[in-house]
């Protein structure tokens, strides 16, 4: 399977994931008309940060978010304090989401790190296809 470049990151994906990709990730993005943040997706930024429709309330601290995605996100980070994915190179380092464990593999190991999918290919695109954010 051929996989394709994404233009805008540093993403790579077979043909009609890549589109999906660019349509979700990158065709959103803008500046906000509230308060003139410049995001990847216009439309989540907004129904997450500028929205009173909060129904996924923290029960730690009362936080209130729009996805339950997000707030399990705060829970993990904020009280729970895990960090789930740990460097694939095999330092000790490890972090509370993908984004920064692949900026520390870009950075302290030279570039991101690549696996082979041995028994499904869709393990390796659900890799490489992680959330926009």
Known sequence: MLLK?????PKKLNEL???KHIKRCHDSAGTCDICGLKV???????NNIHTEDL???CEQCGKGFAERGRMNQ???NVHL????????YGCEL???DSSNRSAHERKKH???????AKEDDNDLHKMVDSSCM
Do not use: D, E, S
């Open 5 to 9: 470049n994404c233009p805008y990151c």
């Open 17 to 19: 994931r890549l589109h």
């Open 40 to 46: 990847n997706n216009l439309q989540r930024h907004t």
């Open 55 to 57: 129904r996924f309330k």
């Open 74 to 76: 705060h829970m993990m």
């Open 81 to 88: 304090k895990l960090r789930p994915y740990k460097c694939r």
């Open 94 to 96: 490890a972090y509370n």
């Open 110 to 116: 030279g570039k991101l790190f690549t696996a082979v």
